[in-house]
C-alpha cells in the first residue's frame, strides 16, 4: 500500500469511531441483560459495564477506541499544521492547535480511565476520569470549532 493510498483514507477514522463507540456500548449493555446483571431499560453505561465479562469486553474494546481516538485526533493536528503552513498569518493559531490536541489526548486518557475504573468499585477514579472524558472533550471540540474552523474558513 503506497503512502499516499494510506493517506488519503484517513476520513474513515472519525467514522469508524462514531460507529464502533455506540456499538461497544449496545453490545455491553446486550451481555448484561442476557446475563441478568442489569435490567432491561435504559441502565447507564457504567452500570452495564460493572460485572464481568462485560466489563472487561468493555474495558478492552473502549481501550482500542481510544487509541483510533488519539490517532484521529494527532491526524487533525496534522492537518491544522499543515493548513496554517500554507495559508495562515495568525500568530495565535498554532497555539491553539497545539491545545487542541493536549485537550484531545486529555479526552482519550478520561475515556481510558473510565472504562478501566469501574463505578462500583474505584468511584473517585471513575469520576476523575468521566471528567477528564467530558471537559477535555469538550474543550476539544471548542477549540476546533470556535477558534480553528472560525480561522480556517477565513482564510479561504
Known sequence: METEEFFANLHYLPIAVF?????????????AVLLGHVEAGFPYISDAAT??????IFSQAVNLITILMCFMIYVRYSQVKECIKTFASSTSLPKWNYWALVFGLISSAGLSIVANFQETSVIVVHLIGALLCFGGGTAYFWTQVYKIKNYVLKAH
Open 19 to 31: 460507529i464502533s463507540l455506540p456499538t461497544v456500548f449496545i453490545l455491553t449493555y446486550v451481555i
Open 51 to 56: 460485572y464481568a465479562p462485560e466489563s472487561c
